[in-house]
């Protein structure tokens, strides 16, 4: 050892050990450099234990893991930061079924609420906090009503829940959303910051797909255009020497501030009915897992597009809104004992073996304000429904045999069948899939590029009379109309599918492109309306996720 002149041999010694040290975590470095180095890939995993002494315990694992190697416990996932490569971020949360099921559904809250707590505050920020600022006393007495909303749906779903699935399913859902809400919360304090969101935005959040628009309905009908609507549209596709390829889109029209996107899969170990000392066992729902397009503090998708899955089914659900020309606020506020469609429609997700099965859970509890027309096919026999669901009123047909003749079906928010509330004979209702537009465009989408194309403003026609045809209209940017709004198509979804099920599944984030016409960006249309965390320019290609845990 080398005497330090001037210094204490003990001085010496620890100088020396220092060296050593240092050296050490040097040559550490280069090893892991160039063996050992975790990527920050910007995937976010983390899991949830818990048992009957402890409660709930989250352990974060970083960023740069092996997926599969993420332990289950209770619940598990992992948050993909994409918003910027591609317009979407992903979550994926898996739960087990060893746990009941109240201690899954608030585990995989508490995990999506501490994993997208900032993409929560945003999204708030732009679609809540901008809106309140404007209408202080609308927004209280909205909030009020959720309160009370709450509180009646709960007690009614605590009381049903041991007997009745559907009520057992919303049970889950406001359980999911009080654990939610406490990750968002866990999050924020772990990070320090000092932002804040209170039980009502939460609610909002969650519940944003039932509540009319306020920018619309206390600024009048021409905040928005009222043609301006989100579409869904079924075609056969022909491949040669095979049964035809189904393609079904779907586009969600909405406010640009709303554009701030999440890909969900949850993947549930949830019962029909809950296991207690009484039921020791239970048939598990059906299905086991949800795929969705959505958003930030939301537990159903609020663009009504949902693919489930479970043992040997798959059903594909997609929504728009009906016309309702005397929607209003203060009706929707009356019926303070509705369940919110944000919850029954994940109550018929999870409970649907097939379309016939998803309709009937859906005209439980119908709310009075809701208005929508829902499509769903089951990939593996091609077998097509038509939902309308109406204030207090749902019908519903099998249109499967109308879709196959005429190869095509569009659903563009307008009530087709009559007015009763029994399965329509198809002989009532051959018109419904051929409206002129449809017709006409039908013969020239045969390729998956065609539709692809089509769905995202395409107009195979080349018509020179601007919006002339649905396929322009339904496609439409009110950012480039004489009188710009911030309002319009915000994606595009496709599902192809065959007799053997799913066979691919991509989304596209952002405004349509029609023909030639060049992509949004916020600092040259609207740079005042708050999009806080969303890309400036939206010029994504489609995404189709890989999911983890099947």
Not at 100 to 129: C, F, K, R
Not at 238 to 263: C, D, F, S, W
Not at 420 to 430: C, D
Request: aromatic content about 10%; overall charge negative; some cysteine.
């Amino acid at each position: 050892m080398l005497k330090v002149v001037g210094a204490s041999w003990l001085q010496t010694r620890i100088s020396t050990y220092i060296l050593v040290a240092v050296a050490l975590l040097g040559i550490g470095a280069i090893i892991l450099g160039e063996y050992g180095y975790v990527e920050k890939d910007g995937t976010y995993s983390a899991t949830v234990s818990w048992n009957h002494k402890g409660g709930y315990r989250i352990d974060f694992w970083g960023q740069g893991n092996d997926l599969a190697d993420v332990r289950l416990n209770a619940a598990r996932a992992y948050y993909k930061t994409g918003i910027y490569e591609s317009g979407w971020s992903i979550i994926e949360i898996e739960t087990s079924s060893k746990y009941p099921d109240t201690v899954q559904a608030y585990a995989a809250g508490l995990l999506e609420g501490s994993l997208t707590w900032q993409m929560i505050h945003h999204h708030w920020h732009n679609t809540v906090n901008v809106v309140c600022e404007k209408w202080a006393d609308e927004c209280q007495k909205l909030m009020q009503f959720l309160r009370e909303n709450t509180v009646i749906v709960r007690e009614r779903a605590e009381r049903l829940a041991e007997t009745d699935p559907f009520w057992h399913m919303v049970r889950l859902f406001y359980v999911q959303l009080d654990g939610l809400e406490a990750g968002w919360k866990f999050a924020v304090r772990r990070s320090r910051q000092t932002v804040e969101m209170n039980k009502e935005h939460f609610l909002w959040l969650a519940m944003a797909a039932d509540l009319p628009d306020l920018e619309r309905v206390l600024n009048g009908s021409e905040s928005y255009r009222d043609y301006i609507k989100g579409m869904i549209f079924l075609k056969n596709l022909p491949r040669e020497g095979q049964n035809p390829l189904v393609a079904i889109g779907h586009t969600t029209a909405a406010p640009y501030a709303k554009m701030l996107r999440l890909l969900k899969k949850y993947t549930f170990g949830y019962h029909v009915l809950p296991i207690s000392k009484t039921r020791p066992t239970s048939t598990s729902v059906p299905s086991r897992s949800i795929i969705m397009s959505s958003y930030p503090g939301a537990l159903s998708s609020h663009d009504e597009f949902y693919l489930t899955q479970g043992e040997n089914h798959e059903l594909i659900i997609a929504g728009t809104p009906l016309t309702m020309t005397n929607r209003s606020l203060w009706n929707f506020m009356n019926a303070k004992d509705q369940v919110m469609s944000s919850a029954g429609v994940m109550a018929a997700n999870r409970l649907a073996i097939n379309g016939e099965s998803w309709s009937r859970s859906m005209s439980l509890q119908n709310g009075i304000d809701v208005a929508r027309q829902w499509v769903t096919l089951e990939p593996r026999n091609g077998v097509v429904w038509l939902v309308e669901q109406l204030p207090e009123l749902v019908r519903t047909a099998d249109i499967s045999e109308q879709f196959a003749g005429a190869d095509v079906l569009w659903a563009i928010g307008e009530v087709h069948l009559a007015e009763t509330n029994v399965v329509i004979n198809e002989k009532e209702n051959n018109d419904m899939a051929k409206s002129e537009p449809v017709v006409r465009l039908q013969s020239n989408i045969t390729t998956t590029e065609h539709f692809r194309r089509l769905m995202r403003g395409y107009n195979h026609e080349k018509s020179t009379i601007k919006n002339e045809d649905s396929a322009q209209i339904l496609t439409n940017r009110e950012d480039l109309e004489r009188v710009d709004l911030p309002f319009g198509i915000i994606d595009m979804k496709i599902v192809l599918a065959d007799a053997d099920g799913v066979e691919s599944f991509e989304v596209t984030s952002g405004p349509s492109m029609l023909d030639n016409t060049q992509p949004f960006r916020w600092s040259t249309t609207f740079p005042n309306i708050s999009h806080v965390g969303q890309p400036d320019l939206f010029d994504f290609a489609s995404v189709t996720p890989l999911w983890v845990w099947i």
